[in-house]
């Protein structure tokens, strides 16, 4: 009997990747998916054991929640880690991972254009925190929404910021790290807000919220938040290195043709439909096992998100915004195409889709 030779190249990839897609689309995912009841903008998850870790502002300081589930966590009591006692400024988006056995959460404070990032850290999930340090980020530009992982040995840093001294537009910037508050060398620029579909909503255009996870080929993605906080045009899209790209290259970053996750067809990448029962979904974060993309998961099945959205039918403001439990899948084949720029026009590989 003569057996089959393996599939290889590019007929195994599309394969596996119709395999993936036939599971993402029959997997149920978490039961819990959709409202939390927790009003509030930028949520902040990962899973340690069996509990799951949020943070949050408070407007003058930082709290934690713990909870068995993501759905639970609207509902744990919210434990200040942290207060503004230096009068730093309006607090934004903390962002809570691990690194060396220990928490560390990272934050902008400031007011205007005084807005800086900052990290406190812990032993333990919601006690026992140390003084904020400022990270001295390359340049000592306006920066928010940073986020400390790392991707093939070696830390790193990211974050939205501008690249001078005005409010004109927000990219994302990447640093090397020395140690989890200690950036080293320059800071280089991988994206910025000049697609037609994330200039929907400007002045400014921007670029934010970006989150770090790990593909099944071992691709590293920055999925980002795009269009203004402001408008139901807020939605996520997707960055993807180049298989053995150097993630300080900002051409070898690959940016998805549209939104993956968002509330208008019209900016929506062709293939990905928008929401249903949300407008402007963002700033999200996918909840992984200590917040290490290293653990990011494999395809297949749906795995848990997080996001901020408004429910349709409410006017969209800050203030009516919701942490929501969504769901996230890798999908196969997914082409992102650029032009007039140096390097390869097309790059394929693992793509997302999320559900609400």
């Not at 054991?49 to 919210?78: F, H, K, M, N, W």
């Not at 980002?224 to 970053?253: E, F, K, M, Q």
Request: charge should be negative; aromatic fraction near 12%.
């Amino acid at each position: 009997m003569t057996l089959p030779r393996p599939l290889s190249g590019a007929a195994a990839f599309v394969l596996s990747g119709v395999l993936a897609a036939v599971l993402c689309l029959t997997s149920a995912g978490p039961a819990a998916a959709g409202p939390t009841g927790l009003r509030a903008a930028d949520p902040s998850v990962l899973r340690v054991g069996g509990t799951y870790v949020s943070v949050e502002s408070t407007g003058d300081g930082i709290a934690v929640r713990q909870a068995p589930s993501t759905d639970a966590l609207a509902s744990a009591p919210a434990r200040r880690i942290w207060s503004d006692t230096r009068n730093l400024g309006e607090i934004w988006a903390p962002e809570i991972t691990t690194d060396g056995g220990r928490f560390h959460v990272y934050f902008s404070a400031g007011r205007g254009a005084a807005h800086r990032m900052y990290a406190i850290s812990s032993a333990t999930a919601d006690s026992g925190y140390t003084a904020e340090t400022k990270l001295a980020l390359p340049e000592d530009k306006w920066a928010v929404d940073g986020t400390l992982f790392t991707f093939g040995g070696q830390r790193w840093f990211v974050w939205s910021g501008w690249a001078g001294d005005t409010d004109v537009e927000q990219n994302l910037y990447i640093v090397r790290m020395s140690g989890p508050t200690t950036p080293t060398g320059a800071r280089h620029i991988i994206s910025q807000p000049r697609e037609s579909w994330e200039r929907v909503v400007g002045n400014p255009f921007v670029n934010e919220a970006p989150e770090a996870v790990k593909d099944p080929d071992g691709r590293l993605h920055i999925v980002y938040s795009a269009n203004g906080s402001w408008s139901d045009h807020y939605c996520l899209a997707d960055l993807r290195l180049r298989a053995g790209g150097d993630p300080t290259y900002v051409w070898d970053w690959y940016k998805s043709n549209g939104c993956l996750f968002g509330s208008h067809r019209e900016t929506m990448m062709a293939g990905w439909d928008p929401t249903l029962y949300v407008d402007g979904p963002g700033h999200h974060s996918f909840v992984l096992l200590n917040g290490d993309i290293g653990t990011s998961p494999p395809a297949g099945p749906r795995f848990p998100l997080m996001f901020h959205a408004v429910p349709k039918g409410t006017p969209y403001s800050w203030e009516n915004r919701h942490w929501y439990t969504g769901t996230f899948c890798w999908w196969g084949g997914t082409a992102y195409r650029r032009a007039d720029v140096p390097g390869p026009t097309t790059d394929t590989g693992w793509g997302l889709k999320f559900f609400e």
